[in-house]
């Protein structure tokens, strides 16, 4: 039936009725035959990740196939696109149906496990297979192996949640594909952190701690709300588009689009849930936040949907959090972490996505009671890059860096930085050292009160430079490292000072400093605790080429992977 259909775009629930179907005027068409054509066609459709008409057709198939068996899998490939909506609820009552039918059956058992994980459910998940294992003896060792694994999974997750401190795995996140789908071997965590209202108005929010908070800890691991991978790469460049551009910039970014209707859909299939959940975002200054408890919050409001998405997304790049730029492929949005303020250089906690998993992490000190800021853009971006996206975003920043670069503005050094930067571009793919030297010496001039607040030192330009002096002056290259070095951790770039403290590392061995190179070691683990947790990630760094200044560093008898350093900081239970 329909042979090489193709979706476009989705359809919403209402779109598309099928009340008078052409087959159920013949009387030849035998009821399991049409059940079987149509789930044909849901199988085309979930293979093409249109998971709802996947499950139109699967609900349609369900009305003409009434044997337990068929019943049976159509549920069990209904329950899977719901999987993959990120609709947990309705997963698990279509599992629920399959397994009244059919207490053994493994794809119901497999299914409901994982709906259990989604919801967060870890110990009855770890429960659920423990008990279904002892009933299904008689089945073949292969077919049970996903079950066991996933029912290992789901024990260790429910041992990890039960702690009193709740760390997760970054060596295993950094080590994700890039735009690697789902990953369910991850914990979701909130931990000491709370939602408040600034002078109790609902329209000033914002997350705060519940307790103490060290550099490095755990603050949250959060799953999406809904997800879109990435289906190609994006080649543009990095660029501001005004509100009244986005939705011409977003017609070139499918991803987009696609996440506007996987959230819609989830609000469709479970309102009672979904609903309350995503529509307690700030959709914008016009919108802004739907009233509590109010009667709208079950139905698909496009309009709200559509802003909510725009101003809440989280991006692909590092320090994209602005939807109104268009820099990387919209991937998801994730509601808890929607509510952290901005800062551009006085965050207190940084962010990074892997997949659908968003970690946010404390790199301050943080006292009870206190916000909690991230930064939604890079600080090394320009000020005027940065002042019109908040502009579109209606508020302002008035952050330590902010407000050096509008005295910088108003007195002309802004664009004097900017002509450095812009002949500096011109010169990092050549061999002057020396002219590079002079313009990187120049751009540190121009901040030298407030030398750690200099954010165009940590640009990539900068980095580039420090890579071309090192072929030529291995010192001076190791010398605006430390400068380099030293902004980043003042602006909360915590993860690049763990790249820059590595580049150190490398000079200083070309060097034979050993004295320093223990120094930055030192340095090193501190940046990969504040950045991942422990230094543990760093292994991941390990195995790739370019990077073998950890092997190297054992040469001169120092072990960054040594019982003292893979100490970790992980979260506290709230």
Not at 447 to 475: G, I, W
Not at 514 to 519: A, D, G, I, V
Request: aromatic share 10%.
């Amino acid at each position: 039936m329909s042979p090489g259909i193709e979706w476009s775009s989705y359809v919403l629930l209402s779109d598309t009725k099928f009340d008078s179907c052409f087959w159920s005027k013949f009387d030849y068409f035998k009821d399991e035959d049409i059940a079987v054509a149509l789930s044909k066609l849901g199988n085309v459709a979930h293979k093409a990740s249109r998971y709802p008409e996947a499950i139109r057709w699967f609900n349609l198939a369900l009305e003409y196939g009434r044997t337990k068996d068929s019943a049976a899998s159509l549920l069990a490939n209904k329950a899977a696109a719901f999987l993959r909506m990120r609709c947990f609820h309705r997963a698990l009552q279509d599992c629920n149906a399959i397994l009244e039918r059919d207490g053994k059956h493994l794809m119901g058992i497999f299914r409901k496990t994982k709906a259990l994980l989604g919801l967060g459910k870890y110990e009855e998940a770890a429960a659920f297979v423990h008990e279904m294992l002892k009933t299904l003896n008689a089945v073949s060792s292969d077919k049970l192996k996903k079950l066991i694994e996933i029912g290992e999974t789901a024990k260790t997750l429910a041992s990890e949640i039960s702690k009193d401190t709740v760390d997760v795995d970054m060596g295993r996140l950094l080590a994700l594909k890039e735009y690697e789908d789902t990953v369910e071997d991850i914990i979701e965590f909130n931990g000491a952190v709370e939602l408040f209202f600034n002078d109790g108005r609902k329209a000033d929010r914002g997350l705060r701690a519940t307790a103490d908070i060290q550099p490095g800890q755990l603050l949250m691991c959060s799953k999406a709300f809904a997800y879109e991978k990435s289906k190609k790469s994006h080649h543009r460049d990095r660029e501001l588009v005004s509100s009244g551009e986005v939705d011409n910039a977003l017609s070139l970014f499918g991803e987009a689009e696609d996440l506007y209707v996987k959230a819609a859909y989830k609000i469709a299939y479970q309102p009672e849930e979904s609903g309350p959940e995503f529509y307690k975002l700030f959709a914008g200054p016009e919108l802004a936040y739907l009233r509590e408890n109010s009667e709208t919050s079950q139905f698909v409001d496009m309009k709200r949907i559509r802003s909510i998405v725009q101003y809440n997304c989280f991006g692909t790049g590092a320090g994209n959090r602005i939807s109104g730029q268009v820099t990387d492929t919209y991937t998801a949005v994730w509601t808890l972490p929607s509510m952290i303020n901005h800062s551009c250089s006085d965050a207190n906690a940084s962010w990074s996505n892997h997949g659908d998993i968003l970690v946010v992490r404390a790199i301050k000190k943080i006292a009870k009671g206190e916000e909690i800021f991230i930064s939604y853009v890079l600080p090394t971006s320009s000020y005027g890059y940065r002042k019109q996206s908040f502009k579109v975003h209606s508020f302002e920043c008035a952050c330590r860096l902010c407000e050096c670069d509008k005295v910088d503005e108003e007195n002309g050094i802004g664009e004097k930085r900017d002509e450095l930067l812009k002949e500096l571009k011109t010169l990092v793919n050549g061999n002057n050292w020396k002219k590079i030297s002079d313009i990187v010496k120049n751009l540190r001039d121009l901040r030298k009160s407030l030398p750690n607040l200099n954010a165009c030192l940590a640009t990539d330009l900068v980095h580039e430079a420090s890579r071309v002096m090192y072929n030529f002056q291995p010192q001076k290259s190791l010398e605006l490292l430390e400068k380099i070095h030293n902004v980043e951790q003042e602006v909360g770039l915590w993860r690049c000072a763990v790249v820059t403290a590595l580049n150190a590392i490398r000079c200083c061995l070309y060097l034979k400093d050993t004295r320093r190179t223990r120094n930055w070691a030192k340095s090193l683990e501190k940046d990969a605790i504040v950045a991942y947790g422990s230094v543990d990630a760093l292994k991941v760094w390990e195995a790739k080429s370019d990077f073998q200044v950890i092997a190297d560093l054992k040469s001169v008898g120092i072990d960054t992977f040594g019982s003292k350093q893979t100490r970790k900081i992980p979260g506290k239970a709230p």
